[in-house]
């Protein structure tokens, strides 16, 4: 069973800090990892992709990736009220089928 | 761009019943169109995987003669829900993905809420 974990939360952090959202995925052959945002009763919209060890920054937001660790995060500088949301990381890549394993989520809380 | 929408975005209907849902990729074409469903505070689940001009690949579990999914075009996928009872009311969502994409990269529609009374 392919899963991917992330802490449900919530995060609470207040305005201007850093959010750290943490996420561990269990099929090493993964190629391909994203973070969307979910805003309460909407659909999720992506934010970022990555595809290669390291960081890749974009904006206020870093997605970072360790495939040895098998461990992908999402770091948001300068938090506002607005980035109140679910995170949701999503891992593919593991077939042909190019079908995304969605984790619960996280609820982070920024607070003004 | 990478725009898609959902019709209707809300459906109320009598247990029963048939409904179908559309989803339409808008400015850009998708031979690969995804269906999920969405339970209150809970995570995303795939359904099934529509490919144009083929048969759908549904997920374990999902019953494939109660979620039929049609995918006529390259910007048109179609799921109905047949004889609809009130343990199918959920935010169901499509999601595409390009055809000039070589990864996993979907655009998630804005969602249509089901319920069924």
């Known amino acids: 069973q392919k899963e991917v974990e992330q802490n449900s939360g919530p995060l609470s952090v207040p305005e201007g800090a850093i959010a750290s959202l943490n996420c561990t995925y269990s099929?090493?052959?993964?190629?391909?990892f994203f973070w969307y945002r979910q805003y309460s009763g909407k659909s999720p919209e992506l934010i970022m992709s990555?595809?290669?060890?390291g960081d890749k920054e974009d904006g206020r937001f870093t997605a970072q990736l360790n495939k040895a660790s098998q461990y992908v995060s999402l770091l948001i500088r300068d938090s506002q009220p607005s980035d109140s949301a679910t995170y949701l990381c999503a891992v593919g890549g593991m077939d042909s089928s190019y079908k995304l394993i969605f984790g619960s989520g996280t609820r982070l809380l920024v607070r003004p | 761009g990478a725009v898609v929408s959902q019709h209707p975005s809300r459906v109320i209907c009598k247990s029963g019943t048939s409904v179908k849902i559309e989803c339409r990729s808008l400015d850009f074409q998708a031979t690969t169109m995804f269906w999920y469903r969405q339970f209150p505070k809970k995570s995303l689940m795939l359904m099934a995987t529509?490919?144009?001009?083929?048969?759908?690949?549904?997920e374990q579990g999902v019953e494939k003669d109660k979620f039929l999914i049609n995918h006529a075009s390259l910007t048109l996928s179609t799921l109905t829900v047949t004889s609809a009872h009130p343990e199918d009311s959920s935010f169901y969502i499509c999601?595409?993905?390009?055809?000039?994409?070589?990864?996993?990269?979907?655009?998630f529609g804005p969602g249509t809420r089901l319920l069924v009374l």
């Open positions: 990555i595809y290669s060890n």
């Open positions: 529509s490919n144009e001009g083929s048969k759908a690949t549904y």
């Open positions: 999601s595409a993905r390009p055809v000039d994409t070589s990864g996993e990269t979907q655009y």
């Open positions: 099929d090493r052959g993964s190629q391909s």
